[in-house]
């Protein structure tokens, strides 16, 4: 009996929810039709958008919670989850939302969603004006609606990845590299450390193409500074969360990096007389047109240095990044495994 009420109690309530809903929908612009007051579903559903079945609390006194959030443009939410039904209409803006098992919904001005409960998620804004979403939290006044997760741990499964994992140390492997990892300190994009320790480890066949670009270079009187190699997948999943208007110049976590499989290097270029590092087009993690392999600003100096590492890293075997001239790729990434292992 108690449970019928209950939930006759919270049919009224998102009734009420969505007539609201649609009131600012005619405010904004709609006519009124000639037999107003009248009814559009925006949202009919027995499951959330993570699929989970809906269930109200078995017990409590009702309670219901309308607010309106704002998220700025280029901010996330950071990932959480509902204890309770909740409805989601999105006023202004856009919005994708994820999902801890890997599915992305795209929300645009005027969408409606049975929002996720106990599957993880977290929202971006990759719009330029406020996202602003309508939502009604159906629960009791003994729940909390809502509560802060960790991200995803997992990496993606890559069964077709079936080369031996063969990481090596690059201060041990090759002692002529100068090593400037960026993420071991505050000084990088994310302005925090990501890495507990200052190592740089490569796939072995990468790791002697690197060297074989190295004798190159230092022969031309340039040695070559790393700024980073195999990154764990926690961090680029760290990156893509909380910097989603840079996502042209970082690795969708969903499909993970080349860094992840151990075969990718950021790297640049030091004198040999002055052991001083040179000055290319952009800084490291630049995110701008200047960052391109292709830029044609800057002098003709730091032009001429950055093709001179290009030339030397693909005469071995690894191809430049589009985005980043620091940032090189090794042939055959593919066959490596998504790798989430700790530096230590």
Known sequence: MHQVMYQQILFRALSLTISCIISINLLQGTAFADDYPHMQILLETEHT??????????????????????????????????????????????????????KRVQLKTGEAIMEAMAMPHIGANLGTIPA????????????????????????????????????????????????????ATANNFMAKPLYPVARAMLQRPAAEALARAHDRLRSAGY???????????????????????????LSDPLKGSRH????????TLYDLKTGKEVTMPSSYDEFTERAHPDYKGGTVEQRKLRDLLRAAMEAEGFTVYQNEWWHFDYKGWEAYPVLNRPLQ
């Open 49 to 102: 958008i993570a699929g989970e079945p809906l269930a109200y609390p078995q017990s409590g006194q009702a309670k219901v919670t309308s607010a309106i959030i704002t998220i700025p443009p280029g901010q996330s939410t950071g990932w959480h989850r509902h204890k309770v039904p909740l409805v989601g209409y999105l006023l202004a803006g856009e919005l994708e939302m994820e999902y801890a098992h890997g």
């Open 132 to 183: 602003q979403i309508f939502v009604a939290f159906l629960g009791t006044d003994k729940t909390d609606f809502t509560e802060i997760t960790n991200a995803p741990t997992i990496a993606p499964a890559t069964p077709n990845a079936t080369a031996e994992v063969d990481l090596l140390d690059l201060a041990i492997f090759d002692k002529r590299l100068q090593l400037d990892i960026r993420y």
């Open 223 to 249: 040695g070559l500074i790393v700024f980073d190699a195999y990154r764990p997948w926690q961090v680029t999943r760290a990156m893509w969360d909380e910097h989603p208007l840079d996502r042209a110049y």
């Open 260 to 267: 992840n499989r151990g075969c990718a290097i950021d790297i």
